[in-house]
């Protein structure tokens, strides 16, 4: 009765834990190489499979789904007459020339004037002796003699300019507050220190993992020792206080400028600049022999005026014609022509019976199969491993 109890525990506690297990039932086993340090084995327990009970049985099974097809039947076709417009109504725009007409009148072509005519001048041929060629004196030139000398040239005249002397200032310092004097407050800020405690992280569980027994798949009850860590917590030493004092004035010291004596001017004399220059000078000049050739003389014969011209101051009235002009006797327009549609007759195909469609059934297609199906499902329990210690 004691072992019966006890196996009623044992598989209700299994059953507590499979359903605490953190870990999938098909996860990796629990072996040695995976225990946490600190872990402790508490108990494990056997797998054991009871396998499932199948049966063959035949079915009625679709070897081919009903299907429908669409039987297209054609249209048919005739033939139809209809009046098409070939070219649509135009407007077009014609332009009138003007019309004119000739009309004559009579125009100005000369106005009236004084014409004064000219009656030339008589003349009558004299014979006289004329000079062909005047007397000449020829000259005849001895060429000049020249040699260097040595010049000296201003090449920069003596100028005068003046330079400002800037006025002249020293500096003088004096003593100048710039803050006056305070009490100021400062605040001294609390001091502080780390202390250091320790304190529970993880108090540790109790949690089932798989492992391996003698080739068996086995559930093992694990627990891990709690876990401690070291935590820092700042403390106040001493809290913050306010410190007063009183800050002195502070001066600074200002420099200015105090003249000492005011600009004035300076006139400098630059003098010439003076440069030696070589020149060609002339020893002798030139001298001229005046050779005279006599003058040549020639009779001609010449016309002179015997009666000079005179001018003779005749009246000549206007010039009149008649001309003819064309004149506008209606001006050009714009003249709008309106041409009619064009149509023509055409043979076309037209649709007498459209189209049809109708649907089209197959029946669906059976056979029948056997098939493997299951009558009771595998079963799994735990069993207690109360000898042999495993290796987890």
Not at 26 to 36: E, I, L, Q
Not at 42 to 63: D, F, G, N, W
Not at 273 to 291: D, E, F, G, L, S
């Amino acid at each position: 009765m004691l072992f019966r109890s006890f196996g009623y525990a044992g598989a209700a506690a299994v059953a507590v834990g499979l359903t605490a297990a953190p870990v999938d039932a098909g996860g990796p086993w629990y072996g040695a190489k995976d225990r946490v340090h600190g872990e402790r084995v508490l108990s494990c327990y056997k797998q054991i499979r009871k396998p499932a009970v199948y049966k063959t049985v035949h079915e009625r099974v679709m070897v081919k789904p009903a299907t429908s097809r669409v039987v297209v039947t054609p249209a048919r076709y005739g033939w139809t007459q209809d009046r098409v417009l070939v070219r649509p109504e135009r407007v077009t725009h014609r332009t009138v020339p003007a019309v004119y007409r000739t009309v004559h009148e009579r125009v100005l072509v000369k106005p009236a004037r004084d014409r004064v005519s000219v009656i030339p001048p008589t003349y009558r041929t004299v014979r006289e002796r004329v000079l062909v060629r005047p007397a000449v004196t020829e000259a005849r030139t001895t060429p000049a003699t020249y040699r260097s000398v040595a010049e000296r040239v201003m090449v920069k005249p003596a100028r005068q300019h003046v330079s400002k002397i800037p006025a002249s200032y020293r500096t003088v310092a004096r003593q100048v507050r710039v803050r006056p004097a305070k009490t100021m407050a400062y605040r001294t800020p609390a001091t502080f220190k780390t202390v250091h405690k320790q304190v529970l992280v993880d108090p540790g569980k109790i949690y089932w993992k798989h492992s391996r027994h003698r080739r068996n798949a086995v559930l093992c009850q694990v627990q891990t020792p709690p876990r401690y860590a070291m935590t820092a917590k700042k403390v106040m030493v001493a809290p913050a206080r306010t410190v007063r004092h009183r800050v002195p004035a502070v001066y600074k010291t200002v420099h200015s400028k105090q003249l000492m004596s005011p600009a004035r001017k300076v006139v400098h004399t630059r003098p010439a600049v003076y440069r030696t220059w070589h020149k060609t000078v002339m020893v002798t000049p030139p001298r001229t022999h005046h050779i005279t050739r006599p003058a040549v003389y020639k009779t001609v014969a010449r016309q002179v005026v015997a009666t000079p011209a005179r001018h003779v101051r005749h009246h000549v009235p206007a010039v009149y014609k008649t001309v003819a002009r064309r004149v506008v006797v209606a001006p050009a327009r714009v003249e709008k022509i309106v041409h009619p549609a064009t149509y023509k007759t055409v043979r076309r195909r037209v649709v007498l019976a459209p189209a049809q469609r109708h649907m089209v059934g197959s029946p669906a297609v059976y056979k029948t199969v056997k098939r493997r199906v299951m009558v009771a499902p595998g079963q799994t329990h735990w069993r207690k491993i109360r000898h042999a210690r495993p290796r987890c």
